[in-house]
């Protein structure tokens, strides 16, 4: 009887399996349970979405706005690729500012006390071998500077602001760093947006932004309505 039982239902599976019962199969998902929820990525190894942050929807990707090249005489305005790019990346204008830092190392270090007597000492030995010498060396015919040496190398501290190579403003109270107010202003301008960019990528500066567009928006809500108020009084009979 048994045997009878299952080759009838063996015969019929079949014919309920064509029956057009599969439907239920086409939506299974044979992934295991606790990676449904995993999405974007359903295992550690996978890659990681590019583009916007999807467990985050409503967050605005942050992108530097257009700036004015720090070295003086440029002014070129560009689109940085970092928050901290404080140049143009121009040919000419990194040519000019590698120059410049060059000339900067030099008069930093002919200040040192180190290299200063190291310099004089090098000259005292040159002066006794002059002296020393039955015929004095040939001066060449054109003794000066040639090219940008004569323009760059100076004896005096230059400015700090990139690209300037003026000699610092005297002060009584402490050494000063630049050559006028407009250097000095320019470099500030600079290490003050880059202390607003990090201070704002923290959660508490990011509070304190949110907190500043608030007040600035009741602000302008409270203006509009003064003039909407004051136009009124205007427009109504006396």
């Known amino acids: 009887m ?15 399996f064509m029956h057009g019962s599969i ?27 590019v583009g916007h942050r999807h467990d985050k929807p409503n967050c605005r990707c942050r992108r530097p706005r257009k700036r ?25 204008c990194m040519r000019l500012l590698r120059r410049w830092q060059a000339a900067q190392r030099q008069a930093d270090r002919r200040q040192d006390e180190a290299v200063k ?18 015929q004095p060396p040939k001066v060449p015919e054109d003794a000066t500077a040639r090219g940008h ?3 760059i190398i100076s004896p005096t501290p230059m400015c700090h602001r990139p690209g300037c190579h003026e000699p610092l403003v005297k002060s009584g109270r402490n050494q000063a760093r630049y050559c006028c ?6 470099v500030r ?13 923290t959660f508490r500066g990011r509070r304190a932004r949110e907190q500043e567009y608030q007040a600035a928006r009741t602000r302008r809500r409270g203006e509009q309505a003064d003039i909407v108020s004051a136009t009124s009084a205007r427009a109504s009979p006396s």
């Open 2 to 16: 048994w045997l009878s039982v299952s080759r009838s239902l063996a015969t019929s599976f079949p014919v309920w």
């Open 23 to 49: 439907d239920w199969l086409l939506g299974f998902d044979k992934r295991p349970r606790r990676t449904l929820a995993r999405s974007p990525r359903a295992v550690p190894w996978e890659s990681a979405p």
């Open 68 to 92: 004015v090249c720090l070295r003086k005489g440029c002014g070129c305005k560009y689109q940085p690729r970092c928050w901290n790019q404080r140049y143009c990346q121009d040919p000419e």
């Open 117 to 134: 007597a190291q310099h004089a000492e090098a000259e005292r030995v040159r002066r006794q071998h002059a002296t020393s010498s039955p």
């Open 149 to 151: 040496a004569a323009k």
């Open 181 to 186: 107010s407009a250097c000095r202003e320019a």
């Open 189 to 201: 301008q600079v290490l003050d947006r880059e202390r607003k960019w990090l201070w704002r990528g």
